[in-house]
Structures are given as C-alpha cells and as structure tokens.
T-cell receptor, first 112, second 112 residues
C-alpha cells in the first residue's frame, strides 16, 4: 500500500537554528498538509498546499514557517529560527480526492 | 467555534466492546474520520464515514453518525490488547481545503 514517508524520524536542534522536515507524499496525490502534535495535546493543522502554493494556513503557521515542493516529489516544512515551543511531532499528510487522507509516521522535533 | 470533543479515557476488558464517543461542530462536514495512534507512532486511519450515512461497519469496527446531534461514535467489538491506543475523531471542514479538525483523543486501555 502506498505510504507517506517522513524523514528524519527524530531531530534534535538548538534553539534559534533552522530545521527542514522532509516528506515524500504519495505520488498521485494532489493535496499536501502539515500538522503538528505537541506532546499530550491534540493534532493541529498547520498548512495545506495545492497546485504549488499554500491554500490555507493556521495562526500557528507564522513567518517562521515555510513550505516547499522543490522537485515534484518532496514536500518540506522549514522552521527558520526554532523556539522551545516548536518541540512537537510533525505529521505530513497527502490526499488524492475528497477523502483518503494518508499520514506519515511523523518527525519528532526536539528543540533544546 | 470549531471544536471536536471526545472523552479522554476509556478502560475496557479484553473481549468486551468499546464505544468511543465524539461530538463535532460543523453541521456540513462531509467526512468524519477515526484515527488510531499507538505510542510514539503516527496516525493510522481506521475508518471514515460520509455525512449522508448513518452507519458504517468494517469488520470489528462500527461507526454510528447522528447528524442531528452532531454525534459520532466508534464501537470496537471483541476488544483486544492490541487495540490499546489513543483514538482520534476528526472532521473534514467544508469551508477549507480539506483541513481536518481533530478531537483531543480518547486513551483506550484494554485490560486482560
């Protein structure tokens, strides 16, 4: 069964550093998403991406965040200057049509 | 506002049925989902229901939808220890690009 692949599975970074979280969505999917889950809390929407541009973003997705689909297969989330409160599990997801969301297994980001 | 509510904890004995409840807010949600998350793992889609359905059965899983009360439930028959996990209810919001709004999750603990 097709999968959404995320790398790395765990990243530790120092506060103020830039991080790039990588995702390879399912190849025929058109809609791409990033969500995050702070430990013990609910899964929160960050951003959706369609047709090579952001279609919707949440209040969390401020100027420190950016997304890119550089080569037609990868989908990346960049955090420019990480803060302690950015520590969370970040999930990438993709979907083809109306339903059928597929999530990756997540990247655990720890900011120290 | 947009808030999906779930009870936080459920303890069930092995072999019994589990029922996890959820209330959602968007009366025009198109799809409602149940996801399972095991410790340290990603989000596994268990099942979904289209909003024009009242019930959906998939092996041990039964989803009931009451649109009038905006109430969704997931019944797991013959609960096994491998069913111990956090279960998230999510709604697909109609006024967005497929953004999912998640509940806080229900921790299900199955005891022998």
């Amino acid at each position: 069964e097709p999968e959404v692949t995320q790398t790395p599975s765990h990243q530790v970074t120092q506060m103020g550093q830039e991080v790039i979280l990588r995702c390879v969505p399912i190849s025929n999917h058109l809609y791409f998403y990033w969500y995050r889950q702070i430990l013990g809390q609910k899964v929160e929407f960050l951003v959706s991406f369609y047709n090579n541009e952001i279609s919707e973003k949440s209040e969390i997705f401020d100027d420190q965040f950016s997304v890119e689909r550089p080569d037609g297969s990868n989908f990346t989330l960049k955090i420019r200057s990480t803060k302690l409160e950015d520590s969370a599990m970040y999930f990438c997801a993709s979907r083809a049509g109306t339903y059928g969301y597929t999530f990756g297994s997540g990247t655990r980001l720890t900011v120290v | 506002g947009e808030d999906v509510e779930q009870s936080l904890f459920l303890s069930v004995r092995e072999g019994d049925s589990s029922v996890i409840n959820c209330t959602y807010t968007d009366s025009s949600s198109t799809y409602l989902y149940w996801y399972k998350q095991e410790p340290g793992a990603g989000l596994q889609l268990l099942t979904y229901i289209f909003s024009n359905m009242d019930m959906k059965q998939d092996q041990r899983l039964t989803v009931l939808l009451n649109k009038k009360d905006k109430h969704l439930s997931l019944r797991i028959a013959d609960t096994q220890t491998g069913d111990s996990a956090i279960y998230f209810c999510a709604e697909s919001l109609t006024d967005s690009w497929g953004k999912l709004q998640f509940g806080a999750g229900t921790q299900v603990v199955v005891t022998p």
